[in-house]
């Protein structure tokens, strides 16, 4: 009687019905043009509009951005309504929409959808007094693949060969701000540079390491969220141990008191309670060498496992998204982005990673939607704000709290 009743509760919760008219903006990776996707308008006719606008409109806009002639119950636009990412240095916000709305107003003048473009910097604290209880691996969680992997130069995610290694729009306190929990972060050393630690992509360098930690202090400090700051492959100069054991020391005197510290044995079992019931500490150090973990295990955590299918085609990563066994236990990252074999980089036939964003990030989310979410911990994406991964995850979670 209990699993009859905790089915009906998932479907309830979980099974969105085919019939709720559903309108959503993303933002494309290699235009930064805004995208309609809408469906099941099922009392669609040939005069309905959509309209874009750069206000919360009240009633029917007069001079919109851009209006599109619905074709269909279902369909998706790139439109020609640019988005403009303007690097944030004050987070000073709440969750909502910002820059961009949409309305969906029929043939006869009616208005009978509205939606915009959303950012969720306090998503987890805004769940706190229902989901305080849980640890972080009953949460799904938006993340970044390769998150430092950004230029403010947005022209620059595609000139060849750097269009094979930026990753991100946003840079980190953006992605926070939008609602990204899980950074990848690639750290690298070089002895002889002016800034010595870095975050690459490969054997690319891409932002000083102290940019990178200063962002994420300056998100954390303002909106007490907490941040799983994952570090992998340490792609240059780390040959050696003591080169980690000096990574380590330099992170725990720069984020001081913002690293959360485990009692030695509960880690990733911690409720987010637990973890915010410290004053300051909300920056969890995921660090994936184990020697290193037990070597500092009070001021690490353990690193969070990625999936990665090293795919190249959409089928190709679908299938493979769709087999990941996934921890119950241990968090674990589905790594949901094409990965451009050494060939591609060399021959560039996809035109970079921005335009293999394009490609898939639409289709992740409708996989994720329909299928994914109810298992998925945490999902990295490339060029975040192409997916509807954020606004999936914050939905999801709060709905969790409703059948547990």
């Given amino acids: 009687m209990v699993v009859f009743l ?34 099941n308008f099922s009392n669609y006719s040939p005069g309905d509009i959509i309209f874009l606008t750069d206000h919360d409109p009240v009633g029917i806009p007069s001079s919109p951005l851009e209006e599109y002639r619905v074709e269909g119950e279902q369909g998706y636009k790139r439109t020609h309504v640019h988005y403009s990412y303007s690097y944030p240095t004050i987070v000073g916000m709440t969750s909502g929409c910002h820059k961009i709305w949409a309305l969906y107003v029929t043939s006869v003048g009616e208005i009978i959808y509205k939606t915009c473009l959303k950012n969720y910097p306090t998503w987890m604290n805004d769940m706190l007094p229902n989901l305080g209880n849980l640890s972080l691996r009953s949460f799904i969680i938006p993340g970044t693949h390769d998150s430092g992997s950004y230029r403010e130069n947005q022209a620059m995610k595609n000139m060849y060969p750097l269009n094979y290694y930026i990753t991100q729009d946003d840079n980190i306190l953006g992605q926070l701000i939008h609602g990204a929990r899980y950074l990848d972060i690639r750290p690298a050393y070089y002895e002889d540079s002016k800034d010595k630690w870095y975050v690459n992509h490969d054997f690319v360098i891409q932002q000083p390491l102290t940019v990178v930690m200063d962002q994420v202090i300056q998100f954390v400090k303002e909106t007490k969220e907490v941040v799983i700051f994952g570090l992998k492959e340490f792609p240059v100069g780390f040959s050696n141990f003591s080169r980690h054991t000096q990574l380590v020391e330099f992170m725990e005197s720069y984020f001081g008191d913002y690293i959360v510290r485990s009692n030695g044995f509960s880690y990733w079992s911690m409720t987010l309670n637990e973890i915010v019931s410290h004053p300051k500490a909300r920056i969890i150090l995921a660090y994936d060498k184990e020697s290193i973990f037990y070597e500092y295990r009070l001021m690490l955590f353990p690193g969070v496992f990625q ?9 190709a990563l679908e299938a493979y998204l769709r087999k990941v066994q996934r921890s119950s236990i241990f968090p674990n990252s589905d790594m949901a982005e094409l990965t451009p074999s050494a060939w591609d980089v060399l021959t560039n036939p996809h035109g970079g990673l921005s335009q293999m964003a394009d490609d898939v990030n639409l289709r992740l989310s409708n996989l994720y939607e329909n299928e994914l979410l109810r298992e998925a911990n945490i999902i990295s994406v490339d060029f975040i704000r192409g997916t509807r991964i954020v606004e999936l995850a914050v939905k999801a979670n709060e709905k969790r709290f409703n059948i547990q």
């Fill in 307 to 315: 999936h990665w299918g090293n795919k190249r085609t959409w089928p």
């Fill in 6 to 39: 905790y089915v009906i509760a998932f479907l309830v919760h979980f099974v969105k019905p085919q019939s709720t008219p559903y309108l959503s903006l993303t933002v494309s990776a290699k235009w930064n043009n805004i995208e309609i996707t809408y469906r």
